[in-house]
Nanobody, 117 residues
């Protein structure tokens, strides 16, 4: 099993910045991909960004240029630096981890990000 613990959400004004962190523990050697999804009220959960253990990154189109994902493999932690936040970025942000070949998936409990206009 893998446990994911998120931190760093909160309330910020439009144009502001937040940094989310997600620390993994447990059988972490199985993890390949770590990333972030978000779910706004009434909408489906969607990918924000993900990064493999080798450093390959995939961003959703709607965040390119505003959000940076990074990973510290020594600390088993993934970060999401969000800049120029917009009210439409308001959502619960979930940390996600997947094993090699996507056989196993793990989710954090989510952290609320609220951007006021």
């Amino acid at each position: 099993q893998v446990q994911l613990v998120e931190s760093g959400g909160g309330l910020v004004q439009a144009g502001g910045s937040l940094r989310l962190s997600c620390a993994a523990s447990g059988i972490i050697f199985t993890i390949n991909v770590m990333g972030w999804y978000r779910q706004a009220p009434g909408k489906q959960r969607e990918l924000v960004a993900e990064i493999t253990s080798g450093g390959r990154i995939n961003y959703a189109e709607f965040v390119k240029g505003r959000i940076t994902i990074s990973r510290d493999n020594a600390k088993n932690t993934v970060y999401l630096q969000m800049n120029s936040l917009k009210p439409e970025d308001t959502a619960v942000y979930y940390c996600h981890a997947a094993s090699t070949q996507g056989i196993l998936h793990y989710w954090g409990q989510g952290t609320q990000v609220t951007v006021s206009s």
